[in-house]
């Protein structure tokens, strides 16, 4: 199972970290990825990393501003968003898929994850 939280209302300019739990399951055996949606457009995918070795593939509209990270010992992937903008608003999911997968491939949408959670709501306006 994966569950989000952290979602809220910020203003242009700030901060919220997201919080992404996996529960019965092993982080060091996955891949774990955040994925956006705003109305009327496609996911897309935000930030990933392995949760064996903490590499990281960030999407270029996100790169210096976002920071994906990993804590195995609470089973736990989070995701620091500063400087939002405008255009960052959504909902944000995470998703996880078996290892083997390629950290760029899951950001990239090249490859469905193996489990999704419900979302958490990210507003950013003044």
């Known amino acids: 199972q994966v569950v989000e939280s952290g979602g809220g209302l910020v203003q242009p300019g700030g901060s919220l970290t997201l919080s992404c739990v996996i529960s019965?399951?092993?982080?060091?055996?996955?891949?774990i990825g955040w994925f956006r949606q705003a109305p009327g457009k496609e996911r897309e995918g935000v930030s990933c990393?392995?949760?064996?070795?903490?590499?990281?593939y960030d999407a270029g509209s996100v790169k210096g501003r976002f920071t994906i990270s990993r804590d195995p010992a609470k089973n736990t992937v989070y995701l620091q968003m500063n400087s939002l903008k405008p255009e960052d608003p959504g909902v944000y999911y995470c998703a996880a898929v078996f290892r083997g997968a390629q950290v760029s491939s899951l950001c990239e949408q090249r490859l469905e994850p193996n489990h999704w959670g419900r979302g958490t709501q990210v507003t950013v306006s003044s």
């Open positions: 990393i392995s949760g064996d070795d903490g590499s990281r």
């Open positions: 019965g399951m092993q982080l060091e055996y996955y891949v």
